[in-house]
Antibody, heavy 121, light 112 residues
Framework: EVQLVESGGGLVQPGGSLRLSCAASGFRFDEYAMSWVRQAPGKGLEWVSGISWNSGTIGYADSVKGRFTISRDIAKNILYLRMDSLRAEDTALYYC??????????????WGKGTTVTVSS | DIVMTQSPDSLAVSLGERATIHCKSSQSVLYRSSNKNYLAWYQQKPGQPPKLLIYWASTRESGVPDRFSGSGSGTDFALTINSLQAEDVAVYYCHQYYSTPQFGQGTKVEIK
């Protein structure tokens, strides 16, 4: 069964850091691009960051550029999102999603259940 | 960045009737060399992650009921739900993957 399981969310103070993880199983992790998509409480979906199959192409939304870093560990089948200089507006449910291609400019066919990040003092 | 605008923001439809959601992109998402529109639709039910319904603007994902259909090309697209069922109550999002991924703001579908 194809599965994505996010972890690492929690409560953090403004200016703090967190690292999210997404454990992938049931498919060849090293063949597909991955993305992080977030959803603020009561709001819509916002693409945050994407990484190609070989980590050769990486992209970020303007809202997180310079603060967030996406990476992947092929040996462990894990996708990461390092989040620094966190702001209140980063509070959201963060989803990990698989692209149906090696490039992240693609539709996303598998989604995890998400992990919640709350930025508050 | 390409901006995606959905209409309406919410929609109430009687059971068994048709629901149509529109999505407009600020520039074309048609890749001419492949003649494919880089546009997908997702369904999100309360407390659940999004679920892929349609990709390439009109290709239904495996297992999606055939009452769901996508249409359009270039900058104007639509998701149609024929014969609305109670389990179709959800928020629907369009998504362009022609360039930096962008989602529409979502359309909430309810039962009238």
């Amino acid at each position: 069964e194809v599965q994505l399981v996010e972890s690492g969310g929690g409560l953090v103070q403004p200016g703090g850091s967190l690292r999210l993880s997404c454990a992938a199983s049931g498919f060849r992790f090293d063949e597909y691009a991955m993305s992080w998509v977030r959803q603020a409480p009561g709001k819509g979906l916002e693409w945050v960051s994407g990484i190609s199959w070989n980590s050769g192409t990486i992209g970020y939304a303007d809202s997180v550029k310079g603060r967030f870093t996406i990476s992947r560990d092929i040996a462990k089948n894990i996708l990461y999102l390092r989040m620094d200089s966190l702001r209140a507006e980063d509070t959201a449910l963060y989803y990990c999603a698989k692209a149906n291609n090696g490039a992240y400019y693609y539709y996303m066919d598998v989604w995890g259940k998400g992990t919640t990040v709350t930025v508050s003092s | 960045d390409i901006v995606m605008t959905q209409s309406p923001d919410s929609l109430a439809v009687s059971l068994g009737e048709r629901a149509t959601i529109h999505c407009k992109s600020s520039q074309s998402v048609l890749y001419r060399s492949s003649n494919k529109n880089y546009l997908a639709w997702y369904q999100q039910k309360p407390g659940q992650p999004p679920k892929l319904l349609i990709y390439w603007a009109s290709t239904r994902e495996s297992g999606v009921p055939d009452r769901f259909s996508g249409s359009g090309s270039g900058t104007d697209f639509a998701l149609t739900i024929n014969s609305l069922q109670a389990e179709d109550v959800a928020v629907y999002y369009c998504h362009q993957y022609y360039s930096t991924p962008q989602f529409g703001q979502g359309t909430k579908v309810e039962i009238k």
